[in-house]
């Protein structure tokens, strides 16, 4: 069964930074590209920003309202992918998803979630 | 970035009745080389996180119901559920993956 983990939200600061993690499970966490994406509360869905496998050259692409303060990286010894967010803003309130995509852009797996509130 | 638009916002359809929810991309999500259109379509209920339907426009992932089918091509797509059950009340996302990703804004099904 596949299982996507997420920890380390919270409440931040605005200016403050925070990271979080996702422990992968249940498939060839290596081989699989990830992203991040993010839910306002009562809102819509926006996505964040994404990594390739390392076989593939291990890029990331980012959304343009996070690209130069967030960062997405992965460690395969351990099944996990992170995301660095520095100098938040309140308008990155949101919940945070971790994905699995398949071929690309297709998201086939997401985590529960966890809460990421920038507030003063 | 590709500006997808979801229409209508919410609607209201009686148990065993037709929904269609209709999604525009501001530019072509066809991809020449392989005549493939790069739009999937999710399904979210209260407190749980979105759900993969469709993808490639058309093509129903394993184990969701032959009720949900996906249309159209270039810009203009559209998510048709036949025979409405009351488990389908959510939240309906489109989603390019032409160019990075995006969302539609969302259409909320519910039952008349």
């Known amino acids: 069964e596949v299982q996507l983990v997420e920890s380390g939200g919270g409440l931040v600061k605005p200016g403050g930074c925070l990271r979080l993690s996702c422990e992968a499970s249940g498939f060839t966490f290596t081989n699989a590209w990830m992203s991040w994406v993010r839910q306002t509360p009562g809102k819509g869905l926006e996505w964040v920003g994404r990594?390739?496998?390392?076989?593939?050259?291990?890029?990331?692409d980012y959304a343009a309202v996070v690209k130069g303060r967030f960062t997405i990286s992965r460690d395969d010894s351990k099944n996990t992918l992170y995301l660095q967010m520095n100098s938040l803003k309140t308008e990155d309130t949101a919940v945070y998803y971790c994905?699995?995509?398949?071929?690309?852009?297709?998201?086939?797996?997401w985590g529960q979630g966890t809460l990421v509130t920038v507030s003063s | 970035d590709i500006v997808m638009t979801q229409s209508p916002d919410s609607l209201a359809v009686s148990l065993g009745e037709r929904a269609t929810i209709n999604c525009k991309s501001s530019?072509?999500?066809?991809?020449?080389?392989?005549?493939?259109?790069?739009l999937a379509w999710y399904q979210q209920k209260p407190g749980q996180p979105p759900k993969l339907l469709i993808y490639w426009a058309s093509t129903r992932e394993s184990g969701v119901p032959d009720r949900f089918s996906g249309s159209g091509s270039g810009t203009d797509f559209t998510l048709t559920i036949t025979s409405l059950q009351a488990e389908d009340v959510a939240v309906y996302y489109c989603q390019q993956y032409y160019s990075a990703l995006t969302f539609g804004g969302g259409t909320k099904v519910e039952i008349k």
């Open positions: 994905t699995s995509l398949m071929v690309r852009g297709i998201i086939n797996y």
């Open positions: 530019q072509s999500v066809l991809y020449s080389s392989n005549n493939r259109n790069y």
């Open positions: 990594i390739k496998s390392n076989a593939d050259d291990g890029t990331t």
